[in-house]
C-alpha cells in the first residue's frame, strides 16, 4: 500500500533564473512522478530563499525608479509570488512528466498562508539567507545603503537575512486535504507559506519574514497527517563531522541521537540543523511517522529503506 508522503523541496535547487529553473523542475518532476509510480500520494512543499530575494530586489528597484508610482513591496507579497511562479513551473513539469508515463492525475498549487506568532523572537533575530550570493564589498553596500542584515553563508559569500518564525498552522490545510484526498498531487507551503499574523476579527496580515520550508513542510506533513516526511538535500546522508576526514555518513537517526548531535554542534545552522530539526519534531508528534533525509534523485531509494538517512523512534 502506498504512503502519504511530503517532499520538502529546497529553492536553491531550483536554479538561480528562470531558464534554470524551468530544466531544474524537469529533474525535479522526474524523481516525484517515480514516488507516485509506486503508487504514493505526494504533496509537495519548496522554498524560495534565491527567489524570493530575487523578487523584493527587482520590486525594490522599480520603487527607486519612481517613487512617486511605485511602492515597496511587502516581504509577504514577495512570499506569494514566488508561490505563483515556482508553483506554476512546478506544477506544469510534473503534469507533463505524468502524462509522459501515462499517469493520468491532476496536479494543483494552491496559494498557502502560513500563520506565525507576532512574539516569535526570530522578529528580533533574523537568520533566514535570501537572494543571490554577495561578496563582503557588495554586502557591506547593502548594509549601508538599506540598513539590511547581512551573514557569511556557509563559506560560499554573504547573503541578506531575514526573520524566519516557525509555523502555528496553515491556514488553507482543510483545502489541501480535500484535494489530496481527491487524489490529486498538490504543491503547497511554497517558500514556507506567506506568514502572516492573525488580527482582530478574521483579518490576515502579512509578516515580513520567510519561513523555513522544512518546518512548514513538517507542519503540513502533521496536519495532513502524513506518513513520510522527504527533506531533500545536497548529500544523499546526513553526516557528522562533515568536511573533516573523519567523516561518518549516518543511514539511520533515533530523535535522542539527533538532539546529542545537534547540542554538539554537528549540524550547520541555516543548512543541515533545521532539516534535521524538522525530521525529528516530524518522527516524534506520532507513532509510526519517518522522516528522510537524501538527495532529489535518490527519494525512491530511500523510501525502499536503501539509502539516505531514516530518523524515526
Known amino acids: ?37 509506486e503508487g504514493h500520494q505526494v504533496v509537495i512543499a519548496h522554498g524560495n530563499g534565491p527567489q524570493v530575494g530575487m523578487i523584493q530586489k527587482a520590486m525594490a528597484e522599480l520603487t527607486r525608479s519612481d517613487p512617486d508610482k511605485y511602492i515597496p513591496c511587502p516581504l509577504s507579497v514577495c512570499v506569494a ?30 496559494l498557502t498562508q502560513v500563520e506565525v506568532d507576532p512574539a516569535d523572537p526570530a522578529f528580533s533575530h533574523p537568520t533566514k539567507p535570501i537572494g543571490a550570493f554577495m561578496t563582503k564589498a557588495e554586502a557591506d553596500k547593502l548594509v549601508a545603503e538599506r540598513g539590511y542584515d547581512v551573514v557569511e553563508d556557509a563559506g560560499r559569500g554573504y547573503r541578506r537575512v531575514v526573520a524566519s ?8 490545510i482543510d483545502s489541501i486535504r480535500d ?4 487524489g490529486l498531487v498538490v504543491v503547497a507551503c511554497g517558500g514556507g507559506g506567506i506568514p502572516v499574523f492573525k488580527t482582530e476579527g478574521h483579518h490576515l496580515k502579512g509578516a515580513a ?23 531533500l538535500t545536497a548529500v544523499e546522508k546526513v553526516a557528522i563531522h562533515f568536511g573533516k576526514p ?3 555518513w549516518l543511514a539511520t537517526l533515533t530523535p535522542d541521537q539527533a538532539k546529542k548531535y545537534m547540542d554538539d ?21 506520532k507513532q509510526g511517522r519517518t522522516a528522510l533525509i537524501t538527495l532529489l534523485e535518490k527519494a525512491k531509494d530511500g523510501i525502499e529503506g536503501k ?3 531514516l530518523i524515526q523512534q
Open 1 to 37: 500500500m502506498g504512503k502519504r508522503i511530503v517532499i520538502a523541496l529546497g529553492g536553491n535547487a531550483l536554479g538561480d533564473n528562470l531558464p534554470e529553473q524551468m530544466i531544474a523542475v524537469k529533474q525535479t518532476a522526474r524523481a516525484i512522478a517515480d514516488l507516485i509510480q
Open 81 to 110: 509570488m514566488s508561490q505563483g511562479y515556482i508553483g506554476y513551473d512546478l506544477q506544469n513539469a510534473l503534469r507533463e512528466e505524468l502524462l509522459d508515463r501515462g499517469i493520468v492525475k491532476g496536479v494543483a498549487t494552491v
Open 165 to 172: 518564525p516557525k509555523p502555528v498552522s496553515i491556514v488553507e
Open 179 to 182: 484535494m489530496v484526498e481527491a
Open 209 to 231: 519574514a520567510v519561513i523555513d520550508k522544512d518546518f512548514a513542510a513538517c507542519t503540513l506533513a502533521q496536519q495532513l497527517d502524513a506518513d513520510c516526511l522527504i527533506i
Open 246 to 248: 573523519d567523516v561518518q
Open 265 to 285: 554542534g554537528e549540524f550547520a545552522p541555516g543548512s543541515m540543523l533545521p532539516k534535521v530539526q524538522a525530521a525529528v519534531q516530524f518522527a516524534q508528534s
Open 307 to 309: 539509502t539516505g538517512t
